[in-house]
């Protein structure tokens, strides 16, 4: 990339399990350049800074960098956050604990089931006296001395350096909360404190509790993290804000995630869906599944009308979190994703070789097989052209870990036992799209797939095959999809309330005074982060329910709407959905407000059409799904494929970080920008055409 200050250029960056993948777009060419670089586990700002100099050794001419992580997220999982401690009303420091008293649905008629370990312990969870009803109203008031002594003994006498604060029904009065934190702060300035009512204004306090000691188990993590990313950005010379993704899509600077850390918690999947959104709506496709397939996990979410399927509760290790993210199945497989037997039985993840020591092929001491050494092992990878021939693999290593560890366990040849690990996770991907379509009235058929991740496009066309999906897109830069969807997003933020009212014409325009005060801290926050009122939006939204029921659904307020009609959109909606609607009086429960600050984008452009046949630079055996059997496939440069080209498989299309593969029944065409449509013979395409 040519260096200088008179050519401004956007970074995204997107940490996984085994690559770091920067992308960079150029503002004034189109042209877009991307950099893989190993996730460094021990010290990940190392692999971000790695991948961005592979881009840029400067970033002087940078005017924006949106970085996409999920370390929060592997901090959650792998138990690496921060020793936390709970402060709450007095008698109620079991309620983290005692949760909901539920045992998994997973786990019903498991006898031996027993809870994990507790991970806020007994002796760090301590009540101070004070109440607030469920009217916001001070019952008795806050023993402020009693929260002194709390946070002394959290901090003094047990180390703790994060607390957590949670006060029964703070949702509709946070007063007592806010002087907790005031008191805390000021007592113990070193110590990191998470308000509750800081996150989410909400109702069920459980919920409520556990989103704030995920947040504060979390936030010491990440904030260091961020501290030495901004300070590596800034020697190489990057001198606008870093931006971080918002699991729920949209951006915000590394200041605001600071304050609110659990929002990162999916940031790097939630930037594959604003991408998979984006070009839903440039290309027309009213029915979208984005299918991210990765180096440890499989992430799908549901797109219609170019609008992500969206919920304001998550669930990350049996905790649940009050927080806006997108609807997303996750499944622990991908390309790392060791494939092992149990009792003659083939299985696929959940566990990952990740970055180290990585696939057998990789030569970095690991020994058990991954779906990419099957993948090299069915000839569907060339080790020397992996990662445009950037990294050294070893096919034949590769090849004889699938015989040694399964093939002779399985009693098969090694082509069949590595053919099996595909069917494997096949048959578990079709599993987590199962759920958000078919399993909400939706059918997958009337879909378009969208695959990307760096192994993406190679498992994408084998899994429309086995759902009868007709058409699968392969994106520009599939392997950088995400952090490319991360470039489409906005500033945004979230703000909400719960209010739990009926549905009706008088207490409907009484919302409006708390649609204010919400308005208030949405347009404060877009002044913090610089974006003027010209560039600034606010959406109001009410999360509707029939009287007597748990869940809810959010209906978008327009001007002028009344309850009538927004009970009207609800039984839609609620139709929609569920395939039915209900003679119900309808309930609000939550007021929201979206804060958005609308940034420049990157455009679409239209490629140049082909002007002769496509021709393929190469050939090898690989396994043929379509048939069971090893077969030629033509190899194909995707850099030599353009606007027009017609490609029957069975068929490689190469691109250095990513491999897209489609077998003898399907059939390759591009479209005018430049995306690849797989699709079976006699099925209509992304764009509407009938494919021969």
Known sequence: MTQGNERRVRLAVDIGGTFVDALAYDDSTGEISINKAPTTPAAPAEGVLRAVAGLADGLG????????????????????????????????????????????????YDFSYAPPPILVPRRHRLGVPGRIDAEGRVVTELDEDAVREAGRILVEEHGLASIAVCFLHSYAHPGHEQR???ILREAFPGVSVSLSTDITREYREYERTSTAVMDAYIRPVLNDYISVLETGLREKGLSDPLHIMRSGGGAMTADLARTAPLTTVLSGPAGGVVGASYLARELGIGRLLSFDVGGTSIDSCVIVDGEPSEVHEADIDGFPLLIPIFDLRTIGAGGGSIAWTDDG?????????????????????????????????????????????????????????VRDRLADTLEVDTAEAAASVFR????????????????????????????????????????????????????????AFSAFGMLMSDLEYEFSTTVLRPLEERGFAELETLFAELEEKANSVLADQGIPESRGHLVRRVDVRYRGQEHTLGIDLAPGDTAASVLASFHTLHRSRYGHAMDEPGEVMTLRVRAVGRLPKPALTEEEPATGPARPHGGRKAFDISTGAMAEFAVH???????????QGPAIVEEGTATTVLFGDQVLTVDPYGHLLVAASGHVDATGKETP
């Open 345 to 401: 039985l083939l299985k696929v993840g959940p566990h990952s070789a990740g970055a180290v020591p990585g696939p057998v092929a990789y030569g970095q001491g690991g020994t058990e097989p991954t779906v990419t050494d099957a993948a090299l092992a069915l000839g569907y990878l060339d080790a020397d052209e992996f990662l445009d021939g950037k990294m050294n693999v070893d096919a034949g290593a590769a090849a004889t870990a």
């Open 637 to 647: 440069r995707r850099e030599c494929l353009a606007p027009g080209h017609r490609i």
């Open 61 to 108: 001419h940078v005017s924006a960098l949106v970085h996409g992580t999920t370390l929060g997220l592997n901090a959650i999982l792998q138990r690496r956050g921060a020793d936390v401690g709970i402060i709450t009303n007095e008698g109620f420091r079991d309620l983290f604990e005692i949760a909901r008293a539920a045992i998994p649905a997973d786990r019903m």
């Open 424 to 479: 494997v996770l096949m048959a578990r991907s079709v599993g987590a799209l199962r759920e958000i379509t078919v399993e909400r009235g939706l059918d997958p058929r009337e879909f378009t797939l969208l695959a990307f991740g760096g192994a993406g496009p190679m498992l994408g066309p084998m899994l429309a095959r086995e759902m009868g999906i007709g058409t699968t897109v392969i994106p520009r830069v599939p392997a």
């Open 180 to 182: 907790a934190g005031e």
